[in-house]
């Protein structure tokens, strides 16, 4: 049983485009976290996020944590080849359980 | 601050022999996880520990896998009789304790199993 679902899967852009993706699960989180991974390498964190309708920006990513806990989205403006990867969500249920990661999206920015 | 270390990064065997990964976590950290990914899907909880002590062991691991945090420092991660579905790779991750939310995971660059 998948707790958090990602969508899409796949994603390919032009530079320049934005986008969002999606995480949803049907149970509460106490926090998700978004990680980045590129081939070959572990993924890397880019954000927490901790309270019901949080909003959080880092750059031209911008990071939404729904109302109930239990769903977030990642959007991207302007996208660029740089910002090609797997994305991932992750979350714990309580503040000290262990984090479980959704299937991830991923996503490539065609120059 | 030196990062997660794994080793090998690389290791290929034949069906039936055993593995042994290394760990060595962050320093500071209290936590530990390892997981398993394959290829283009998310990273698939296997184990944690806090310190020394293994908090949890996923439902999906057979009996082949088992880990270890001896002294609360470095772990090691061993799957006996191996099989081809074992080919992934296997990352471990270190975070500090206490909450979750305030505790990001530091990954290491994995180890990629090839079972032939």
């Known amino acids: 049983t998948q707790l958090l679902e990602q969508s899409p899967q796949f994603l390919s852009i032009q530079e320049g485009e934005n986008l969002t993706v999606y995480c949803n699960s049907s149970s509460v989180f106490s926090s998700l976290q978004w990680y980045r991974q590129e081939p070959g390498e572990g993924p890397v964190l880019l954000v927490t996020v901790v309270t019901g309708g949080e909003v959080k920006k880092l750059k031209r990513l911008t990071f939404q944590f729904g109302d109930a806990r239990k769903d977030s989205s990642l959007h991207i403006t302007a996208a660029q080849p740089g910002d090609t990867g797997l994305y991932l969500c992750a979350g714990a249920k309580t503040s000290y359980d262990k984090v479980i990661f959704g299937p991830g999206t991923s996503l490539s920015v065609i120059p | 601050d030196t990062g997660v270390s794994q080793n090998p990064r690389h290791k290929i065997t034949k069906r039936g022999q055993n593995v042994t990964f290394r760990c060595d976590p962050i320093?500071?950290?209290?936590?530990l996880y390892w997981y398993r990914q394959t290829l283009g899907q998310g990273p698939e909880f296997l184990t944690y520990?806090?310190?020394?002590?293994?908090?949890?062991k996923s439902r999906l691991l057979s009996d082949r896998f088992s880990a270890e945090r001896p002294k609360g420092s470095f772990s090691t991660l061993e799957i006996q009789r191996t099989e081809q579905g074992d080919s992934a790779m296997y990352l471990c991750?270190?975070?500090?304790?206490?909450?979750?939310?305030?505790?990001?995971?530091?990954f290491g660059n994995g180890t990629r199993l090839t079972v032939t």
């Open positions: 991750a270190s975070s500090e304790t206490g909450t979750a939310y305030n505790s990001p995971l530091h």
């Open positions: 520990f806090q310190n020394e002590a293994q908090l949890e």
């Open positions: 320093s500071e950290h209290n936590r």
